[in-house]
């Protein structure tokens, strides 16, 4: 099972930008689905983004369409974020996760829905947005 450790985030000003990243440890991201998801205090988690290993395809939900880019690198085991124009209502912990059943299953829009399950996560970076 791949270990993933987030980092990157911090305060940042509304319409300001941060890249965060999620770097793997103990395995690759090789046949994995690799999604970044949010939580604000008293909401549910939110799927922000997701990338298949396999394809590179990229998915977003519509809040963060256009102002938010997922990369991979494989060579250093690790995939980012790049969140701009950030909101004041974005505020979050920001978790990474990785699944490989998302990945045999075909990676989609769908696997950014709420209860769709990942097998590894992060332990957060908090990103706070100032207005």
């Known amino acids: 099972e791949v270990q993933l450790v987030e980092s990157g985030g911090g305060l940042v000003q509304a319409g300001g930008s941060l890249r965060l990243s999620c770097a793997a440890s103990g395995s690759t991201f090789d046949g994995h689905t690799i999604g970044w998801f949010r939580q604000a205090p008293g909401k549910e988690r939110e799927g922000v983004s997701c990338?298949?290993?396999?394809?590179?395809?990229?998915y977003y939900a519509d809040s963060v369409k256009g102002r938010f880019t997922i990369s991979s690198d494989n060579a250093k085991k690790t995939v980012y974020l790049q969140m701009n124009s950030l909101k004041p209502e974005e505020p979050a912990v920001y978790y990474c996760?990785?699944?490989?059943?998302?990945?045999?299953?075909?990676?989609?829009?769908?696997?950014?829905?709420?209860?769709?399950?990942?097998?590894?996560w992060g332990q957060g970076t908090q990103v706070t947005v100032s207005s």
């Open positions: 996760a990785a699944d490989r059943t998302n990945e045999l299953l075909g990676a989609g829009g769908w696997s950014l829905a709420v209860g769709v399950e990942y097998e590894s």
């Open positions: 990338i298949s290993s396999t394809t590179g395809r990229a």
